[in-house]
């Protein structure tokens, strides 16, 4: 096909937003419910260890889906893409809205997981492919801004809504935004890139599900490996087992001319592996907040849901609005600048919580979150650009699936471990009962002690992948010319 004119118009605009709002739904529903996790649990008799599959198990379809969206691109035109995924996501909405018991509940997610795991690199893979060179750092900001919006909104609307009408209608009430949606994406998506038959990989596709998997039971066995090592141990090994098999047979696949269903050679970049893991400590501390502090203030401080959501709400719109600034930023100055900076306000917003998690209130606790949105804004858009513009142009495919699936995957286990850290304290404690709280509350503490040393982790990591000599210093994205 004739090289795509890249330009920025309202239909690359809706293109994103289109995208966009299949992830943005999709965390609306995930914070929501984090936010009424005790009363699904009161309701459904289940224990928090299970719980907490409804947003684990949703993050883990996205990480085993992502990797495959390279494969997607280039068999299937964008449209038809996007047509499948909002289909499949409107479907997962239903299921959720008129679900019956837990297990149900829980399929809807992880078919709205499906369908996100397919819009979510292509609405970056639009940016990449069709945003203006010169504007790749904002329009980022801006493809940031559609899922950065959904934390601002989730935990206060899941709050409000299931105290006025139940939680099913956070499900139904979002219906019509993912119609508009799909209206929106097959008026605007445009083809930017060739496509055509080619072989699927099925047993990379095996491998890595197989792996992503059994590691996030392994993080959710975790609670009770003091009382049964065996089935961690077991899963653990698995999923090192499986990892490894997918290594070797994606080694294999390049050597021998086929097409694997992820390439790795993005991690031989530097820049690129130590940025992933900066991505993922951000995303493990982010989804690890967003089940603790709601969590923790209907438990311990015995707030409603509602009051509950909305200590996340005034940092997720501060977060919300600045992020397309922060992309002006690298567009300025480079990555240099943002990261660090973004980094100290993560390292801070943790280090506040170890004071204040001694004796906490409310307004402390929503206080302090807004630093952490602050550095997250500076920190996620930012280090994924400047990542996948390490790379050479073409394994940036393949960069945004690792980047994508490994936020996702980090997501997931930043959920599980944070509620396997409370758990394991929970253990034989009948649910309300004062030690019940003490319980909670002590777990909590000790799972921010470990997000504060990921926060630290977090600095070192940072100021080694800006050690790139080839990019860190430039104040245009690495990949122009």
């Known amino acids: 096909m004739q090289q795509f004119e890249r330009v920025a118009d309202a239909r690359l605009y809706l293109s994103i937003i289109a995208a966009g709002i299949l992830s943005f739904t999709g965390v609306v529903i995930e914070t929501s419910m984090n936010v009424i996790f005790p009363t699904l649990m009161e309701e459904f008799h289940i224990s928090?260890?299970?719980v907490q599959w409804?947003?684990?198990?949703?993050?883990?379809?996205?990480?085993?889906?992502?990797?495959?969206?390279?494969?997607l691109k280039q068999r299937f035109p964008l449209k038809r893409l996007f047509l499948c995924a909002n289909l499949i996501f409107l479907t997962g909405t239903l299921c959720g809205a008129f679900a019956p018991n837990f297990y149900v509940l829980l399929l809807g997610r992880l078919l709205q997981g499906t369908g996100?795991?397919?819009?979510?690199?292509?609405?970056?893979n639009i940016v990449m492919e069709q945003a203006p060179l010169n504007r790749i750092g904002f329009m980022m900001g801006a493809a940031m801004l559609v899922t950065a919006l959904a934390p601002a909104v989730g935990p206060s609307f899941g709050g409000y809504i299931v105290t006025a009408w139940g939680w099913h209608m956070i499900f139904l009430s979002l219906v019509p935004v993912v119609l508009f949606s799909l209206f929106t994406g097959l008026y605007a998506i445009r083809q930017s890139c060739s496509y055509g038959p080619r072989a699927f990989d099925f047993t990379g596709m095996f491998q890595i599900?197989?792996?992503?998997?059994?590691?996030?039971?392994?993080?959710?066995?975790?609670?009770?490996?003091?009382?049964?090592?065996?089935?961690?141990?077991?899963?653990?090994?698995?999923?090192?087992?499986?990892?490894?098999?997918?290594?070797?047979?994606?080694?294999?696949?390049?050597?021998?001319?086929?097409?694997?269903?992820?390439?790795?050679r993005p991690l031989g970049s530097r820049a690129f592996s130590l940025s992933l893991v900066c991505l993922a400590i951000v995303m493990f501390?982010?989804?690890?907040?967003?089940?603790?502090?709601?969590?923790?203030?209907?438990?311990?401080?015995?707030?409603?849901?509602?009051?509950?959501?909305?200590?996340?709400?005034?940092?997720?719109?501060?977060?919300?609005?600045?992020?397309?600034?922060?992309?002006?930023l690298y567009d300025k100055y480079g990555p240099r600048r943002p990261l660090l900076l973004g980094g100290f306000f993560v390292f801070l917003c943790m280090a506040v919580y170890q004071f204040i998690m001694r004796?906490?209130?409310?307004?402390?606790?929503?206080?302090?979150?807004?630093?952490?949105?602050?550095g997250q804004s500076l920190s996620m858009g930012n280090t994924m650009t400047y990542a996948i513009s390490s790379l050479e142009e073409r394994l940036r495919g393949d960069g945004n699936a690792i980047t994508t699936t490994v936020q996702q995957l980090s997501?997931?286990?930043?959920?599980?471990?944070?509620?396997?850290?409370?758990?394991?304290?929970?253990?034989?404690?009948?649910?309300?009962?004062?030690?019940?709280?003490?319980?909670?509350?002590?777990?909590?503490?000790?799972?921010?002690?470990?997000?504060?040393?990921?926060?630290?982790?977090?600095?070192?990591?940072?100021?080694?992948?800006?050690?790139?000599?080839?990019?860190?210093?430039?104040?245009?994205?690495?990949?122009?010319?």
């Open 48 to 50: 928090t260890s299970l």
């Open 54 to 71: 409804v947003t684990t198990g949703y993050l883990l379809i996205l990480s085993v889906i992502i990797p495959t969206s390279s494969y």
């Open 116 to 124: 996100t795991g397919i819009a979510l690199p292509l609405m970056f």
């Open 209 to 264: 599900a197989v792996a992503f998997t059994t590691f996030l039971l392994a993080c959710t066995e975790a609670s009770s490996l003091a009382e049964r090592p065996l089935p961690f141990v077991t899963l653990a090994a698995l999923a090192v087992l499986f990892l490894g098999l997918f290594c070797r047979h994606e080694k294999r696949c390049t050597a021998t001319g086929r097409t694997p269903l992820l390439r790795l």
């Open 285 to 328: 501390i982010c989804l690890g907040m967003g089940f603790l502090l709601p969590n923790f203030a209907q438990i311990c401080l015995h707030e409603s849901p509602f009051t509950a959501g909305c200590i996340l709400l005034p940092g997720c719109l501060v977060g919300a609005l600045i992020t397309p600034l922060c992309g002006r």
């Open 359 to 374: 004796a906490p209130t409310v307004l402390l606790m929503t206080c302090a979150y807004v630093l952490f949105t602050i």
């Open 411 to 481: 997501g997931a286990v930043g959920t599980a471990i944070s509620a396997a850290l409370v758990a394991t304290f929970q253990l034989g404690l009948e649910h309300g009962s004062d030690a019940f709280t003490a319980a909670t509350a002590t777990g909590t503490r000790t799972a921010f002690v470990v997000l504060f040393a990921l926060a630290v982790l977090h600095n070192l990591f940072i100021r080694r992948a800006l050690q790139n000599p080839q990019a860190a210093d430039k104040k245009e994205p690495a990949y122009e010319n």
